[in-house]
């Protein structure tokens, strides 16, 4: 590879050598994932996972996280024309070898599929688990999932079941449509972030290398197959509408019709649609101001108002969705419904840990065992959160705000999954970033790809987070963020 301080010099063969290291590295990380990732049923060898086999993953990921960061090298210099197709073929490369990849880092796409199953059976997946339905897409769920109900919106059980249609009876190819749904999702998502960046004034390579380019997205989205990436797709899309289309009416509308679909996959996208209002007025009503400064917010009355009818749209189009698709309303009580996650994310968790050393034999050292616990607190810690954010919301970006209010949703479930940090970091990026936000983010996204275990065992220590963020961050300082990135700049994006 070349030299980083020589990068600039020839942007598209050096891109084209940085993509073929990562392409190398997503290629080791497919090759390890038929042994070591989650294999139906997560019939996991744990000799070879530990093993021969983790060690080809492994460095697979580093590959996958030093082309990233040599290509952001690229990225962040503003004086590199032609980035913004740049970052499309090299992540587009990057993500094919994954394509073919066992599932890694998650045993969810299984679910989504045995779930489908009851569904494509005629049984109401939010009333039985997959042991309703005995067969291979059953065999293929883990055991904790095996008689749970749907926690998922109509919209994802019903577009999942048409995937199980076609690949009855095998899981395999079930697990391989999904994938193509998924990088569907993902190219959509780049689309709207990349007209998203064009309102804000950003530039959407940036946006673009930040999120979807990067490799903690990459094995999340593409390598494990979590439906974020159709939710993120309308979730986006609603907020670009909304930031881009001059009719407030028809703004609101499509967009909040677009986020409640996004919601029918992922009932927490309802969040935004209190602010796509504030979206409209700060980007789309004020377009001709190119200085954010002389933008300004609507009035609290005329926000009411708006807001009020985004919701209702939004609202509306997320419950129609339901009976569209041959689902009653029952769906509403299973949505959102898991007690499985990651505790250092998990606010309420962590008042847990605390609670567990002053009272041991009143609270349960177990996070799973102390959910009814946890829960209350978190939906307290998000409600005034929401509030706070809510009321100072018309001092800010909007785009800031509804990176706030995702944030919110996820530290405040007492089972998050990292993979929800995507939430909120797309519309970080596409809004302008200062020099330490940006380390944070690209420091952040570099650790989880490389501490995520390629299966759910064994688990990697989490002391291991704070060990690899600090010299990665040093690392990025030093030789990833040019002297000219080092403060924000309102660029126009590339070609």
Not at 203 to 225: I, K, N, Q, S
Not at 267 to 284: E, G, I, K, Q, R
Not at 333 to 342: A, E, F, K, P, R
Not at 459 to 483: D, G, H, K
Request: with cysteine.
């Amino acid at each position: 590879m070349p030299s980083l301080s020589r990068l600039t010099d020839r942007p598209t063969a050096a891109t084209v050598v940085i993509a073929g290291v990562g392409v190398v590295g997503s290629a080791l990380v497919a090759r390890a994932s038929y042994v070591v990732g989650t294999l139906p049923g997560h019939h996991l060898d744990r000799a070879a996972a530990t093993g021969a086999y983790r060690w080809p993953y492994e460095i697979g990921v580093a590959l996958l996280v030093l082309a990233w960061l040599a290509l952001g090298r690229l990225v962040l210099d503003p004086t590199v024309p032609g980035m913004t197709r740049r970052v499309c073929w090299a992540a587009a490369a990057m993500a094919a070898p994954l394509l073919v990849a066992a599932p890694v880092t998650s045993q969810d796409v299984w679910s989504y599929l045995a779930q489908a199953n009851v569904a494509a059976h005629g049984l109401d997946p939010y009333s039985v688990g997959p042991n309703a339905v005995p067969g291979p897409f059953a065999h293929a769920v883990a055991h904790e999932w095996t008689d749970h109900p749907s926690p998922y919106g109509p919209l994802w059980v019903g577009l999942s079941r048409v995937v199980v249609q076609i690949a009855q009876p095998h899981p395999w190819a079930g697990m391989f449509l999904l994938r193509l749904v998924a990088a569907a999702g993902i190219v959509a998502t780049g689309f709207a972030l990349t007209r998203l960046c064009r309102a804000t004034g950003w530039r959407a390579e940036v946006a673009l290398w930040l999120t979807l380019a990067g490799p903690f997205a990459l094995l999340m989205l593409v390598g494990a197959v979590h439906n974020d990436s159709v939710m993120l797709a309308l979730l986006v899309g609603g907020v670009t509408v909304a930031a881009t289309v001059r009719s407030l009416r028809t703004a609101i509308l499509v967009g909040a019709v677009l986020v409640g679909a996004a919601a029918a996959v992922k009932v927490t996208a309802l969040v935004a649609l209190p602010f796509l209002p504030l979206v409209w007025h700060w980007y789309a009503a004020d377009s001709d101001a190119a200085d954010p400064a002389n933008r300004r917010p609507p009035t609290l009355g005329r926000w009411i108002v708006a807001g009020t009818a985004s919701v209702t749209a939004g609202v509306a189009a997320l419950l129609l969705t339901g009976p569209l698709l041959g689902f009653d309303l029952g769906w509403i009580s299973q949505v959102g419904d898991g007690t499985v996650g990651v505790s250092w994310l998990s606010v309420p968790q962590q008042v847990g840990n605390l609670l567990h050393l002053v009272a041991p034999d009143r609270v349960a050292g177990h996070a799973r065992d102390r959910y009814s616990l946890m829960h209350p607190i978190g939906l307290a810690l998000l409600a005034l959160g929401l509030a706070v954010v809510t009321l100072t919301a018309r001092r800010r970006p909007p785009l800031r705000t509804l990176t706030w209010v995702t944030l919110l949703l996820v530290v405040s479930s007492p089972a998050p999954r990292p993979w929800y940090l995507l939430w909120p970091l797309v519309f970080l990026a596409a809004d302008r970033l200062s020099p330490r936000a940006l380390v944070a983010v690209v420091a952040g996204s570099a650790t989880l790809a490389l501490w995520f275990p390629p299966a759910v065992h064994p688990a990697v220590p989490e002391w291991i987070l704070p060990a690899l963020f600090f010299p990665l961050a040093a690392l990025i300082v030093l030789t990833v963020l040019p002297t000219t990135a080092r403060r924000p700049t309102s660029t126009p994006p590339s070609a």
